[in-house]
């Protein structure tokens, strides 16, 4: 069994996002002392002595609870259960077993799923006595932790290799290159809507209510034999309009699945229109150096006539320039339309940024253009290009070796990258411009 998936389970607040950093290696999922953070699936994988291990961390389990976002985590859960390949059950040492824990034990009992339970919050010697109290829940295995300093969790992943019954044909497996599609934009604009509609299941939980997103949610995707991961993410606002910390966090991790990402997806709602935050997400996307697609959602919403496409397009393009260099899809989250071309585009924007161009191609391309637009003299000097390499690729990166590199102004600047773009098709995807002295 290569790469099996470990669900981790348990009620709110008993370090299940907590073990997931821990054995992940890094902060993917948010941790807070108040209840319910974790909505959402959220999936990461660790090398254990040669195997690799999928984890997927859920929100916390109540039973029976009606509330719109407790019952969607409990779903959310539950889906987790059942494509899970072990289940990890966490408990709260510092308690004794509760209703939920009992409910919840019995429930992944019924799935027949080999299951490994653990007492967290074990944090040394003393503590591993608390253990004894959860025997009731009727577990063969049963081991004490602590995620929160490490305490005995290289046994709990020993224990996984042994449950799962791993054996040398499994280790090392080769990961193929996967393109990593960021889906970002302001609260409430369909981004989970637009996730689950590419993947064709309820990965993240939507409801109207902003905000309802918390972490960055990778979720691995297959069309037409390559290889995607699409990463969910909580809405960006303004700084300074968020108080909630646990909004902050959320917001460090879109941020970071941007840094982290090859190709973004920028949403707006289609009814809202383009603003300066969108504008200022559109900014952050472009200075990172990552591909970019402009998406308009919502567009069921609208009322339309021949032009009302092109005429929102132009506006975009009017109101913020850089668009110019970036394709604009217009599409329904919730009616399907037009979804199919966010993949296919996708793919061709990752493409082009992956792709170097040769110094020939380059060059041939360098002569004819400065026999139409020679660069204008300054301060009485004479200007020559004189030849042109690609330096750098995701962003890339384009050398001018001239003979005055200081003298060459901003306009000109402009239309060389203009050029340079029309003439190797290199929409969607940052280009940066470097003049060098040769």
Same mark, same amino acid.
């Given at each position: ?34 209840? $319910? ?86 944090? $040394? ?7 004894? %109290? ?47 599609? %960021? ?26 209510? %902003? ?79 990552? $591909? ?9 919403? #609208? ?35 037009? #979804? ?16 170097? #161009? ?30 042109? %390499? ?49």
């Amino acid at each position: 069994m290569k790469s099996p998936l470990i669900a981790i389970v348990g009620r709110p607040n008993v370090g299940k996002s907590t073990f997931f950093n821990r054995v992940i290696g890094g902060r993917q999922a948010i941790v807070d002392a108040q209840e $319910g953070i974790t909505r959402d699936r959220i999936y990461g994988s660790m090398d254990w002595t040669g195997y690799t291990l999928r984890f997927v961390d859920t929100g916390g389990y109540i039973p029976e609870d009606v509330d719109i976002f407790n019952a969607a985590v409990r779903e959310q859960a539950e889906l987790a259960l059942l494509e899970a390949d072990m289940v990890l059950f966490l408990v709260d040492g510092k308690e004794n077993p509760t209703a939920s824990d009992r409910t919840l034990a019995q429930f992944i009992r019924e799935t027949g799923k080999p299951c490994l339970l653990a007492v967290n919050k074990c944090d $040394g010697l003393k503590d591993d006595p608390n253990r004894n %109290a959860f025997f009731e829940l009727g577990f063969e295995t049963l081991v004490s932790i602590s995620a929160l300093n490490g305490r005995l969790t290289g046994d709990l992943l020993d224990e996984i290799v042994a449950l799962l019954g791993l054996e040398d044909s499994d280790r090392f497996e080769d990961e193929n290159q996967t393109v990593r599609l %960021a889906v970002v934009g302001m609260p409430n604009v369909g981004k989970s809507s637009l996730t689950n509609a590419l993947l064709k299941r309820e990965q993240s939980i939507v409801t109207p209510i %902003a905000g309802t997103t918390r972490d960055a949610i990778d979720s691995p995707l297959k069309w037409h034999g390559k290889d995607f991961t699409l990463v969910d993410t909580a809405g960006l606002r303004k700084l300074s309009k968020i108080t909630d910390k646990i909004e902050y966090y959320s917001t460090v991790r879109s941020q970071k699945a941007i840094d982290q990402c090859d190709i973004a997806l920028v949403l707006i709602d289609a009814e809202k229109g383009f603003g300066k935050q969108d504008k200022a997400i559109v900014d952050h996307v472009i200075e990172k150096g990552k $591909g970019l697609i402009f998406v308009v959602n919502k567009w069921d919403l #609208i009322s339309k006539d021949t032009n009302t496409m092109k005429d929102f397009a132009d506006e975009i393009r009017y109101q913020f320039k850089a668009l110019n260099h970036y394709p604009i899809l217009f599409i329904s989250a919730d009616t399907h339309q037009r #979804i199919h071309k966010v993949l296919e585009l996708a793919d061709q924007v990752y493409e082009r940024s992956r792709n170097i #161009i040769s110094a020939r191609k380059l060059n041939d391309y360098l002569k004819q253009f400065v026999r139409k637009s020679p660069p204008p003299a300054e301060q009485g000097k004479v200007i020559k290009l004189k030849y042109l %390499a690609q330096v750098h690729r995701a962003p890339a990166v384009f050398a001018f070796y001239t003979n005055y590199p200081k003298l060459i102004k901003t306009h000109y600047k402009r239309h060389v990258e203009n050029s340079l773009r029309v003439a190797f098709d290199l929409k969607g995807i940052p280009v940066r411009i470097s003049f060098r002295k040769s």
